[in-house]
């Protein structure tokens, strides 16, 4: 038993959410931070010693649980912490639509998005004399898949948030919190990705000045710094 969640929170990873969400709930947290293998760029090995993924977010709650998955961190959070909060779900057609949004992120948006990133790896990291014939091997990945099921999701999403102002209902949800680092990352990737989707724009620059998310960002990038 602690007095306080510890996030473990791995630089340039989803473990944004984490923070966001806790801040968004008011509920104390303890940052442990770890950088990321400078040669590979991945996750170092004692993130393993917490959950047998080695991925981050892995959030450990005050009664010893190790909680993985983004979107069951945000769903068991939510549901034990959020009472009284903006994030609570305020009917059971809303708790319905928030937790689709909450596997939707994962699963729909960033196997589309994963498809691109490995397409702009793989010809940045390709061997020379091998960059060309992957490029065109990946550009028809990524034109008869990858990019026109990206532009289904943002599709849908713009008419959600179009009718909204949020994803999933009227007010902040753990579908906003699920969805904006997976478009944060496929913006960095193709900064016009948003030019044709403006309530996600609009969206995206409002929960970005969103106080909690402010102070989320700024732990994260402060508990990195001083490894």
Excluded at 155 to 174: E, F, P, V
Excluded at 188 to 196: E, F, G, I, R, V
């Amino acid at each position: 038993m602690t007095s306080e969640i510890t996030v473990h929170y791995l630089e340039h990873s989803r473990g944004t959410r984490a923070l966001w969400l806790l801040e968004e709930l008011g509920v104390p947290y303890t940052i442990k931070a770890y950088k990321r293998n400078p040669k590979t760029q991945l996750a170092p090995p004692e993130l393993k010693d917490i959950h047998p993924t080695g991925k981050s977010p892995l959030v450990v709650d005050k009664d010893g649980k190790v909680l993985a998955e983004s979107g069951f961190i945000c769903k068991y959070l939510i549901d034990k912490y959020g009472k009284g909060t903006e994030l609570e779900p305020r009917n059971e057609q809303e708790r319905n639509d928030i937790e689709y949004n909450l596997f939707a992120a994962e699963s729909n948006f960033m196997t589309a998005g994963l498809a691109l990133y490995i397409d702009h790896v793989a010809v940045q990291q390709a061997p020379t004399g091998f960059s060309f014939l992957l490029r065109r091997l990946f550009n028809v990945i990524e034109s008869k898949y990858a990019r026109p099921e990206m532009h289904l999701c943002l599709s849908l999403l713009n008419d959600q948030i179009s009718k909204n102002g949020y994803i999933a209902a009227d007010h902040l949800t753990g579908g906003d919190i699920m969805y904006e680092n997976g478009i944060d990352f496929m913006k960095q990737l193709d900064p016009s990705l948003l030019d044709k989707y403006p309530a996600i724009l609009k969206w995206f620059n409002k929960v970005h000045e969103r106080p909690a998310y402010k102070r989320a960002v700024a732990r994260g990038v402060e508990s990195v710094a001083k490894l």
